[in-house]
């Protein structure tokens, strides 16, 4: 059982009898106060989605949750259901569609380096390569000369995402969006 301060980013611990992933940590050191530090942990429910934010003692002692992640890639969907399949062994995973709204918006079927998060042998959410690459489907047409820094237009890419491009993008082209913090990025490589 490791100590509080042992917990890193992205941890799946126990916590109120849920398997929680600490998405954040802020360790602080109380002034005046003989002891150790204090750190202040934003979890997440890996079934749920429910937002503790709790504090421990440096030698709060927490378990660590039974999770693995499996590499995987998209499949179809099933009525309300996302299939994924096991990139080795090729088991399918089925995962609700209102548990990964938000990640579904950044899937198809080219999106490559999915972890599907395994919590006692059941699927209950994926984790996203830090971008992913999309195609534009509608925008503004494009303006000639604008330049890499310039004002921005809201584009639809074939996920049904909606994120600000630079004025440059057109519709077709490929881009490349950062997951976490749902921005454009460039454009994409390959396409």
């Given at each position: 059982m490791p100590k509080a301060s042992e917990i890193k980013k992205n941890n799946t611990v126990v916590f109120d009898g849920k398997a929680c992933i600490v998405r954040d940590i802020e360790r602080s050191v109380p002034q005046g106060r003989a002891g150790g530090s204090i750190y202040r942990m934003r979890m997440y429910d890996v079934v749920t989605g429910a937002k503790y934010d709790e504090t421990f003692k440096d030698s709060d002692t927490l378990d660590m949750?039974?999770?693995?992640?499996?590499?995987a890639m998209f499949s179809y969907i099933?009525?309300?259901?996302?299939?994924?399949?096991?990139?080795?062994?090729?088991?399918?995973y089925h995962l609700n569609k209102e548990s990964i709204e938000n990640e579904a918006l950044f899937i198809n079927e080219e999106t490559d380096g999915i972890?599907?998060?395994?919590?006692?042998?059941?699927?209950?959410?994926?984790?996203?390569?830090?971008?992913?690459?999309?195609?534009?489907?509608?925008?503004?047409?494009?303006?000639?000369?604008?330049?890499?820094?310039s004002r921005t237009k809201p584009?639809?890419?074939?996920t049904g995402l909606v994120i600000q491009v630079p004025e440059y993008i057109s519709?077709?082209?490929?881009?490349?969006?950062?997951?976490?913090e749902r921005k454009f990025q460039s454009r994409a490589d390959k396409h």
């Amino acid at each position: 059982m490791p100590k509080a301060s042992e917990i890193k980013k992205n941890n799946t611990v126990v916590f109120d009898g849920k398997a929680c992933i600490v998405r954040d940590i802020e360790r602080s050191v109380p002034q005046g106060r003989a002891g150790g530090s204090i750190y202040r942990m934003r979890m997440y429910d890996v079934v749920t989605g429910a937002k503790y934010d709790e504090t421990f003692k440096d030698s709060d002692t927490l378990d660590m949750a039974d999770l693995t992640r499996r590499p995987a890639m998209f499949s179809y969907i099933d009525g309300d259901e996302y299939v994924f399949m096991d990139k080795e062994d090729y088991t399918p995973y089925h995962l609700n569609k209102e548990s990964i709204e938000n990640e579904a918006l950044f899937i198809n079927e080219e999106t490559d380096g999915i972890q599907v998060v395994i919590v006692s042998e059941v699927p209950v959410a994926l984790d996203l390569p830090m971008s992913v690459e999309l195609e534009v489907v509608e925008t503004d047409p494009s303006i000639k000369g604008a330049s890499a820094t310039s004002r921005t237009k809201p584009a639809t890419l074939s996920t049904g995402l909606v994120i600000q491009v630079p004025e440059y993008i057109s519709t077709g082209e490929w881009i490349k969006v950062n997951t976490e913090e749902r921005k454009f990025q460039s454009r994409a490589d390959k396409h």
